[in-house]
């Protein structure tokens, strides 16, 4: 098949950092992609919280630094040039144990010049703190390099292990100035116009629901992503707001922009594309647009939902009273969704458009006084060939 894997198919992109990156990943495979930040990355290079905190490390030695983020490590170095205190902190962290969250961490911690002593397999902060509680921390002094919002857990507990602990704010995590672009990004996956949505932080996870749980979304939102939409996680970190909420993402084995990007080309088409043998051809249906006979033909939202709605009993009528509530409408004052009754002339109109857009052939079939049809062969899955011939049926004219 010639079009790209993510081809006719929607993603939603809610990634302050890298966004052009990760957009441009998924264009190259395809997709249409709706950019919709929802958090931003507020530097706190000028704060005295992280001022204050680097020098009460300096203050005396320090036994354990733990790193989470490649992005707030090398912030807190630039930081620290800018006091001037750049070269002692990198001589503390070399005579201090370093213990890195992550690849992107451990990274960071490299291009500075200093060797981390221990890194989990996955990038959970729970990896590092069992690993910490292995041994006696009594008395023992411990940097946690925060990653946007406080970690009562991991603070927490090593300060109930007898530790000390200096917590390091280099940055916070907030939400998007304009929520304009992720309420509609909230309002297309519960419309069913959108489907699947990236997320690189478990912030933006939060964010997300928060701006659904303004506008009385978020129970439909968690909804789409249960069942219609896919939640696709850069890592286990990022997908376990989720998973608490009953969403299973999908995620790469390793927490990589173009990781993610390839399992979703994957999940996704398996996932969402329906494949049908139709009048001899060979239909797929993916978000936007169908792909037949190997070529990608986008399709509008109404002749979508009528061709969805035929698919979904391939090979047996549907009647018109039926098709008129599938046609998408518009969402309704309020932030309440709602598909207003259409009349059998709306149904007409999309069925004409839906023949247009497929280039005729005789895949819909208008069977009288009844409704339509797919003039389908036998459904077919997987990798097995696609079976020929036309619908046996005379009852029905073109």
């Given at each position: 098949?010639?079009?790209?894997?993510?081809?006719?198919?929607t993603?939603?992109?809610?990634a302050?950092?890298?966004?052009?990156?990760?957009?441009?990943l998924?264009?190259?495979?395809?997709?249409?992609v709706?950019?919709?930040?929802?958090?931003?990355?507020?530097?706190?290079a000028?704060?005295?919280?992280?001022?204050?905190?680097?020098?009460?490390?300096?203050?005396?030695?320090?036994?354990?630094?733990?790193?989470?983020?490649?992005?707030?490590?090398?912030?807190?170095?630039?930081?620290?040039?800018?006091w001037?205190?750049?070269g002692?902190?990198?001589k503390?962290?070399?005579?201090?144990?370093?213990?890195?969250?992550?690849?992107?961490?451990?990274?960071?911690v490299?291009?500075?010049?200093?060797?981390?002593?221990?890194?989990?397999?996955?990038?959970?902060?729970?990896?590092?703190?069992?690993?910490?509680?292995?041994?006696?921390?009594?008395?023992?002094?411990?940097?946690?390099?925060l990653?946007g919002?406080?970690?009562?857990?991991?603070?927490?507990?090593?300060r109930r292990?007898?530790a000390?602990?200096?917590?390091?704010?280099?940055?916070?995590?907030?939400r998007?100035?304009?929520?304009?672009p992720l309420?509609?990004?909230?309002?297309?996956?519960?419309?069913?116009?959108?489907?699947?949505?990236?997320?690189t932080?478990?912030?933006?996870?939060?964010?997300?629901?928060?701006?659904?749980?303004?506008?009385?979304?978020?129970?439909l939102?968690?909804?789409?992503?249960?069942?219609?939409?896919?939640?696709?996680?850069?890592?286990p970190?990022?997908?376990?707001?989720?998973e608490?909420?009953?969403v299973?993402?999908?995620?790469?084995?390793?927490?990589?922009?173009?990781?993610l990007?390839?399992?979703?080309?994957v999940?996704?088409?398996?996932?969402r594309?329906?494949?049908?043998a139709?009048?001899?051809?060979?239909l797929?249906?993916?978000?936007?647009?169908?792909?037949?006979?190997?070529?990608?033909?986008?399709?509008?939202?109404?002749?979508?939902?009528?061709?969805?709605?035929?698919?979904?009993?391939?090979g047996?009528?549907?009647?018109?009273a039926e098709?008129?509530?599938?046609?998408?409408?518009?969402?309704?004052?309020?932030?309440?969704y709602?598909?207003?009754?259409a009349?059998?002339h709306?149904?007409?109109?999309?069925?004409a458009?839906?023949?247009?857009g497929?280039?005729?052939?005789?895949?819909?079939e208008?069977?009288?006084?009844?409704?339509?049809r797919?003039a389908c062969?036998?459904?077919?899955?997987?990798?097995?060939?696609?079976?020929?011939?036309?619908?046996?049926?005379?009852?029905?004219?073109?």
């Amino acid at each position: 098949m010639s079009a790209e894997p993510l081809a006719g198919f929607t993603v939603g992109v809610t990634a302050a950092r890298r966004r052009e990156e990760l957009s441009g990943l998924l264009e190259r495979k395809g997709a249409r992609v709706v950019y919709a930040p929802a958090i931003r990355l507020v530097p706190l290079a000028d704060d005295t919280e992280l001022l204050d905190a680097t020098r009460d490390l300096l203050a005396e030695p320090v036994d354990d630094v733990i790193v989470t983020t490649g992005v707030g490590f090398r912030a807190w170095l630039e930081a620290a040039e800018g006091w001037g205190l750049r070269g002692d902190l990198v001589k503390l962290l070399a005579d201090a144990r370093i213990l890195t969250r992550g690849p992107r961490a451990r990274g960071a911690v490299r291009a500075a010049g200093v060797t981390e002593t221990w890194s989990p397999e996955t990038e959970r902060w729970e990896e590092v703190l069992r690993h910490l509680l292995e041994e006696d921390l009594g008395g023992r002094r411990i940097a946690v390099q925060l990653y946007g919002e406080p970690t009562p857990q991991l603070t927490g507990t090593l300060r109930r292990a007898g530790a000390r602990v200096v917590e390091v704010p280099v940055y916070r995590w907030a939400r998007s100035d304009d929520p304009t672009p992720l309420r509609r990004l909230v309002g297309q996956a519960v419309a069913g116009t959108v489907d699947a949505i990236t997320f690189t932080s478990a912030p933006a996870v939060a964010a997300t629901l928060a701006v659904a749980a303004d506008d009385n979304l978020e129970g439909l939102l968690l909804g789409a992503l249960r069942t219609n939409v896919l939640a696709a996680c850069v890592g286990p970190v990022t997908a376990a707001p989720l998973e608490e909420r009953g969403v299973v993402p999908i995620s790469p084995e390793r927490a990589r922009l173009s990781a993610l990007v390839q399992v979703l080309s994957v999940e996704l088409p398996a996932r969402r594309a329906s494949r049908l043998a139709v009048h001899g051809h060979a239909l797929e249906l993916r978000g936007h647009a169908v792909v037949l006979d190997g070529q990608l033909k986008p399709i509008a939202p109404a002749p979508m939902a009528i061709l969805r709605a035929l698919a979904r009993r391939p090979g047996h009528v549907v009647s018109r009273a039926e098709l008129c509530g599938v046609l998408p409408s518009r969402a309704l004052p309020g932030g309440a969704y709602g598909r207003p009754q259409a009349d059998e002339h709306a149904v007409e109109m999309a069925v004409a458009r839906l023949r247009r857009g497929l280039g005729g052939g005789g895949l819909v079939e208008t069977v009288v006084k009844r409704g339509y049809r797919l003039a389908c062969d036998p459904v077919f899955s997987g990798d097995r060939p696609l079976p020929t011939g036309t619908s046996g049926s005379q009852e029905s004219t073109m």
